[in-house]
Antibody, heavy 121, light 111 residues
Framework: QITLKESGPTLVKPTQTLTLTCTFS??????????VGWIRQPPGKALEWLAL???????RYSPSLKNRLTITKDTSKNQVVLTMTNMDPVDTGTYYC?????????????WGQGTPVTVSS | QSVLTQPPSVSAAPGQKVTISCSGS????????VSWYQQFPGTAPKVLIY???NRPSGIPDRFSGSKSGTSATLGITGLQTGDEADYYC????????????FGGGTKLTVL
């Protein structure tokens, strides 16, 4: 059974750094073709992809947020960590981690329940 | 503003068929494969279609996907009230900026 779960603060202040952890089970990030990504969703708005780390050392970031994001993985702990610097109220939303699976392109086949993040002073 | 364009809403009666469009560009849908996700309020998205027209196990064949040029379409037949949800298309963008991109989402109402 594949599961993913996000954890981190629910409230951060503007300009602070957000650190979110995705803890997963049922698969390994060492398996070829597997990745773990982060996607967020502001209240009432659309999904926005943030970052993706792959089974090898490749990582990809949203071009618009690249300067603020860092994604790291700990394969032995089955965890992926996302840090986002200089948080702003517009970053408020639900943050999901999801397993990326390679078909012809990557898609997200398993998702965590999401964790809400509010940016407010 | 999303890279992929979807209609904000569609509606149809139970038992009918509905299609949801997703328009992209030559660097997004034109060069890559499309996935579709279903999201109920307060829950995480679930993949319905990947690689344009493939269904993961457990997804009924009432759901189908297609792609032509720089656009993709999700079709749902035999509509049920339980299909009322938000639907998102997604793909990769092969431009210099790159990355996974999603559509703005479509709210399906089953009248």
């Amino acid at each position: 059974q594949i599961t993913l779960k996000e954890s981190g603060p629910t409230l951060v202040k503007p300009t602070q750094t957000l650190t979110l952890t995705c803890t997963f089970s049922g698969f390994s990030l060492s398996t070829t073709g597997v990745g773990v990504g982060w996607i967020r969703q502001p209240p009432g708005k659309a999904l926005e992809w943030l970052a993706l780390t792959y089974w090898d050392e490749d990582k990809r970031y949203s071009p618009s947020l690249k300067n603020r994001l860092t994604i790291t993985k700990d394969t032995s702990k089955n965890q992926v960590v996302l840090t986002m610097t200089n948080m702003d109220p517009v970053d408020t939303g639900t943050y999901y981690c999801a397993r990326g699976r390679r078909g012809y392109n990557y898609y997200f086949d398993y998702w965590g329940q999401g964790t809400p993040v509010t940016v407010s002073s | 503003q999303s890279v992929l364009t979807q209609p904000p809403s569609v509606s149809a009666a139970p038992g009918q068929k509905v299609t949801i469009s997703c328009s992209g560009s030559s660097s997004s849908i034109g060069r890559n494969y499309v996935s579709w996700y279903q999201q109920f309020p307060g829950t995480a998205p679930k993949v319905l279609i990947y690689d344009n027209n493939n269904r993961p196990s457990g997804i009924p064949d009432r759901f189908s996907g297609s792609k032509s040029g720089t656009s993709a379409t999700l079709g749902i037949t035999g509509l049920q009230t339980g299909d009322e949800a938000d639907y998102y298309c997604g793909t990769w963008d092969s431009s210099l900026s790159g990355g996974q991109v999603f559509g703005g989402g479509t709210k399906l109402t089953v009248l």
